[in-house]
């Protein structure tokens, strides 16, 4: 496992990290979910993410008995705040980022984490108010650095210009050989104010591992197969994406990699990503994108990602 700095923090973290949006939240069973946590420090990774919302506190609170035993020190903790913990909590006042940070601590066992994030932008809260109880945050010693994930780059840059507001080290956007959005503006932007991205989904949903096959049904225990997922994912799922991941797979192996290895390695060229955000419901799962780190593409490989993808990504 190989390690980045996080933007212009004092952070290390892998270059892979474990997420738990729809694993840890619910979805798989306890054991399960410990048993990746543990694949997860086996494999070298230091770097956990989490958020309140997921599962309404259940993923904190798994991660919390998850980590009690380890020492502080040996991990890199991030979570979250923003959508509804109830039908009147939720956004980004003063109110409530206080209120979310201190039930997120008491959720996961901890006195502060290490990263603390904006889920999305709040348009309802004066932007000022956000930044300045953000910055409260950090001055008591409850986060120890702030990010934000999936903002767009007119409020980065709005949050950017205000006197005395705290620095973000990390954004946390959508980011894959199949989703290319950021590359527009927001990496541009970060890269220039030592802002890393931590990206989520590198697999595009589980499309990016192959499982998908043009033209067949799709697997009755995939994330596709859920009507709660289909609109999320739709873009990603029509029959030529399909066709055009399918030629990704020998180059995969040309690599001496699997399909999902070959992708979160395309993810890390990008220099201004710290780290890609895996999902995994079993440990070995957890082992295969583990070792995607280190690996390097040249330039005839990422052409012919390129040329076999044949524009077939969101831009």
């Known amino acids: 496992m190989r390690y980045r700095k996080l933007g212009s923090s004092d952070l290390e973290v892998s270059e892979i990290s474990l997420g738990s949006w729809l694993t840890y939240s619910g979805g798989v069973a306890q054991e399960q979910a410990l048993a990746c946590v ?37 991990y890199v903790l991030a979570t979250k705040v923003y959508f509804p913990m109830s039908d009147t909590d939720r956004g980004l006042s003063k ?47 409850k ?33 894959s050989m199949l989703w290319r959005r950021p590359e527009e ?24 591992t192959g499982k998908y096959l043009p033209g067949a049904a799709v697997p009755a225990d995939s994330r596709a197969a859920s009507d709660s997922m289909n609109t999320f994912i739709g873009e990603l799922m029509r029959e030529e994406v399909l066709e055009a991941v399918q030629r990704l797979v ?36 957890v082992r295969e994108n583990a070792a995607a780190s280190g690996h390097s593409l040249d330039a005839a490989t990422l052409a012919a990602i390129d040329d076999a993808l044949g524009g077939a990504f969101v831009r």
Not at 97 to 124: E, M, P
Not at 261 to 275: D, G, T, Y
Request: proline share 6%; with cysteine.
């Open 38 to 74: 543990d694949a997860a420090f086996e494999c070298g990774i230091n770097f956990i993410d989490t958020a309140n919302v997921y599962g309404r506190g259940a993923s904190e609170t798994l991660l919390g008995q998850a980590l009690a035993a380890r020492p502080r020190d040996s």
């Open 95 to 141: 109110e409530q980022i206080h209120k979310q940070i201190d039930a997120s601590l008491g959720r996961l066992g901890t006195d502060h984490v290490d990263l603390y994030q904006c889920h999305r932008f709040d348009a309802d809260t004066p932007l000022e108010e956000t930044m300045a109880a953000l910055g409260e945050v950090v001055a008591e010693g």
């Open 143 to 175: 986060a120890r650095w702030i990010g934000f994930s999936e903002w767009p780059a007119e409020d980065i840059e709005r949050s950017l210009a205000i006197p005395g507001a705290p620095r973000w080290v990390s954004s946390q956007p959508q980011y």
């Open 185 to 208: 503006r927001v990496i541009p932007l970060c890269a220039s104010e030592r802002i890393s991205q931590i990206v989520w989904s590198p697999l595009a949903q589980g499309v990016l």
């Open 250 to 285: 020998p180059i995969a192996g040309e690599c001496g990699m699997t399909l999902a290895q070959l992708s979160i390695a395309w993810v890390l060229r990008e220099p201004n990503v710290a780290s890609a955000i895996i999902g995994a419901s079993r440990p070995d799962q």
